[in-house]
């Protein structure tokens, strides 16, 4: 694909940095312009926006560091920093922003499960939807190789530039497009999110939803990955990956129930007409 948008001596533009900010720009204006329609702080949601695009940066690359790859990192300790280069994960990701904006919404003493459902319909999608965009622009969390080289994109996507993490290991050869996958989950997901929140009868039920719709999509194209750097466990059967969302599936479901019973939405009856 096109790992950098701009390459010149003095300057580079890698193509999954500009995606993270694209992501960020986007789920930030969505956020911002469909909150008063829903009673909430156009203020507040920018507010969460900086936060957790600070947070979902420090978690996504800090797990890539401490889960995927220490020993590469204890070696060489300085491309820490060098984030550009690629290496960030989205449970991580998800962990960083929970962290920052809970503890925002607390110290605000704001509704947190009416802002979190907010954020979870109209920019968890949306940034994951970027992001995977970038995956596809770089070459990384590529997919392995295709035996439909035959049919058309949605079924096989050849790399060939060498400076992509797909391009270089597989150059030339047909590939499961999994960060399309991701993309078309992506969008799938935030019309199924939509359709909760029109119904939902508890709060953090979109939230929680949004987050279990991930790890069971996560969980599925995962099968289809080929870059087994990021860690295979079982012989190969299973991936880091997997595992996290199996972790990360399980813990929102129990969530969801707390929530549930915890903080039911309670209607006001109908008027009855004479």
Known sequence: MLPFLFQSPNFTVPAFAFCLMLASLVGTYAVYRTAPARGLSQLAVLDLAIVGTLMAVVGGRLFHVFVEEPHYYWEHPWNVF???????????AFLGLGVGWISYLKIRHLDTLSYLDHMGLFSGPIVDFFVR???????????????????????????TSRSSDAGAKFPGIPLYPTQLYFMISAILIFFICYWIDRRKTF?????????MLYAVSRFSIEFLRGDVERGLYFGGAISTGQIMSLLFFFTTFGIYLYLRKAYPITKAPREAHP
């Open 82 to 92: 060098k984030i550009w280069n690629g290496g960030w994960v989205s449970y991580g």
């Open 203 to 211: 709060k953090g039920q979109v939230m929680m939803s949004f987050l």
């Open 133 to 159: 965009l970038g995956c596809l622009s770089a070459g990384c969390c590529y997919g392995k190789p295709s035996p439909y080289s035959q049919y058309p994109w949605l079924l096989s996507l050849t790399f």
